[in-house]
């Protein structure tokens, strides 16, 4: 009987130990579009002048809860990026913007465009579509 219950309590920690979070090593993808948008005023939209792909850009990646990015790319020259073998799980995509809120104490070159998803297939390609960035002309 205490062989069962050894088996039983090996059995379980293994089945607990394995479970994978979120991070590389599965066959998802994560991929969108860094768009950039000129204003005249960058706190004012209706100064709108014009929007393009924006690349070389850095694109930052967090696998799950974690505090810091787990990865970085950079937009190809269309402006596109793609993260790819990434398991299950929530990520969170983000990009920095100049600032478009006007506040004296933010950095000005700094304002982070965030994007936080999940990835609920093991095979899933999500498209982030248009991730839109902002400057000055």
């Not at 993808?29 to 950039?36: L, Q, W």
């Not at 690349?55 to 809860?65: A, H, K, L, R, W």
């Not at 104490?105 to 902002?134: C, F, H, S, W």
């Amino acid at each position: 009987m205490r062989t069962i219950y050894g088996f039983a309590l090996c059995f379980l920690v293994l089945a607990t130990g394995c479970t994978k979070e979120a991070g590389e090593g599965g066959r998802a993808s994560i991929r969108g579009i860094v768009e950039k948008e000129i204003r005249l005023v960058l706190s004012n939209p209706n100064t709108f002048q014009t929007r393009y792909p924006a690349p070389d850009q850095e694109v930052f990646i967090v696998y799950g809860d974690a505090l810091s990015p787990s990865d970085r790319i950079h937009t190809n020259y269309d402006g596109e990026f793609e993260f790819t073998f990434l398991r299950e799980g929530k990520y969170t995509i983000y990009v920095y913007s100049n600032d478009t809120t006007g506040n004296v104490n933010a950095d000005p070159n700094r304002m982070p465009i965030i994007r936080e998803v999940e990835i609920t297939d093991r095979k899933q390609e999500l498209d982030l579509g248009r991730i839109r960035i902002y400057d000055q002309n």
